[in-house]
């Protein structure tokens, strides 16, 4: 996940490139993330795992009764937050979203901590 600006453009310089190879071979991007996700945003989920089918973010799994695995790795997108006072520029923050594939459902047998923090 990049943290530092460097991380991030080194990122940002990696998923252009990908995207531009990506386009050369039409992939099909899953209704599911279009559905969910912007096409940058969907296309940026499946560049850093092309098997994702459904993603949300922490709380959504959380709220819709599955966790998130422990050691789960996060899907870098970009949240648009609105433009700087002085100009259009949009401003954009990373937020991390995660693959159902990277969820469990709980269930009376997972451990109670996971079980309070889905009724929380």
């Given amino acids: 996940m990049p943290r530092s600006k460097e991380d991030k453009k080194l990122f940002i310089d990696n998923l252009r490139a990908a995207a531009k190879e990506l386009g050369e071979t039409n992939p099909t991007i899953p209704s599911n993330l279009l559905d969910s996700f912007s096409p940058s945003n969907a296309l940026m989920i499946l560049l850093q795992k092309p098997s994702a089918t459904q ?9 819709a009764g599955r966790s998130v695995r422990k050691g789960a790795k996060g899907l870098a997108i970009l949240v648009p937050l609105g433009a700087k006072e002085d100009s259009d520029t949009p401003i954009f923050s990373w937020r991390y979203v995660f693959d159902i594939s990277d969820t469990q459902e709980l269930t009376d047998s997972s451990p109670k901590l996971a079980r309070e923090l889905s009724l929380a």
């Fill in 55 to 63: 993603c949300a973010g922490f709380h959504a799994w959380k709220a």
